[in-house]
């Protein structure tokens, strides 16, 4: 019997220093996206691709998290109390999505390290890691078709999203090669959208670039990453790289756990660790939101008109 992937690691044991002073003691990754926290978003899209034992990567002061998907007695009692049915419900929600683990990073020593914290957890299938401050529209199942690559080639498979010259610096970078893989009809991306991954270099110099392809926060890893992750050397920023790990598995035999492919994703996302692409996310989703929707594009379409406001 084939049995798919269940479980998804959310590493959010990172500083956020981009984001200081809002995140000195609040995690980034509870940062208000509208009215939901940026994580739960990220919970909600592993739980809609089937994913439902989740691991969350914590770290010293991200206590939170666990305490936003555990239950709230007191709170909910109170809510049902005062008749308050819809408060009650939205409060119930994080706690229902999803079967909500986590395990403590004891220092961020970077993404690959938060990564190998899960591996007793992870056990030896193939997995997905989803980080804790990206957010993907729900729009755009991007998840799902990753997890039809997989099931499919075997390996790992990374998202790539095509970015400027002068944004790859910022990211992981690709080096890829025409897949034979055509895609799944069902994984909704046109043809194409899938490459082999031949080599990867984290945030490039100019000399170093291998293409526009820049390694965004979704992967289906096989777990051949931890012995590697194990054996990893700190890379760049002096952190164990979650890309250099990546990097050695494109370059190891199939029967060995390698072998990378890259999903092209052109659809929307963003970095809620980084301030611009965070109000971002809040104009797009507020724009959408059922509560506040409608009279919050009036306002900005008015205030885009004379901005000074
Ligand atoms: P980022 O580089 O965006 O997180 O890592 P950061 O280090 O918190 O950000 P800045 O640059 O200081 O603002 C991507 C993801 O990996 C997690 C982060 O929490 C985030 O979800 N991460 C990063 C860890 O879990 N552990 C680490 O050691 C580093």
Known sequence: MLVGISKAV???????????????????ELLPVV?????????????????????????????????????????????DAKGDAARLAAVRVPSELATVHTVRQ?????????????????????????????????????????????????????????VSAEQIALYGCAGVAPSELGVAPSAGLPEGDVVRVEALVEKPTPSQVLS?????????????????????EPGRGGEIQLTDAIATLA???????GGVHGVVFRGRRYDTGDKLDYLKAVVCLASRHPDVGGEFRAWLTDFARSPEE
């Open 251 to 257: 370059t190891m035999p199939a029967d060995q756990g």
């Open 106 to 162: 004891g220092e961020p020593h970077g993404l690959g390290h938060a990564v190998w914290c899960a591996r007793d957890h992870v056990g030896g299938e193939p997995f997905a890691v989803l980080l804790g401050d990206d957010l993907i529209d729900e729009r755009d199942p991007l998840l799902t078709a990753m997890l039809a690559v997989q099931r499919r080639a075997g390996g790992s498979v990374i998202t790539l999203m095509p």
């Open 10 to 28: 959310i590493p959010a044991a990172g500083l956020g220093t981009r984001f200081l002073p809002a995140t000195k003691a609040v995690p980034k």
């Open 212 to 232: 526009h392809y820049a390694v965004i926060g979704r992967y289906v890893l096989h777990p051949a990453v931890f012995d590697v992750l194990e054996r990893q």
């Open 35 to 79: 009215d939901v926290p940026a994580i739960q978003y990220v919970v909600a899209e592993a739980a809609a691709a089937g994913l439902t034992d989740i691991l969350i990567v914590t770290g010293r002061g991200k206590d939170a998290i666990a305490d936003h998907f555990d239950r709230a007695p007191d709170l909910e009692r109170m809510l």
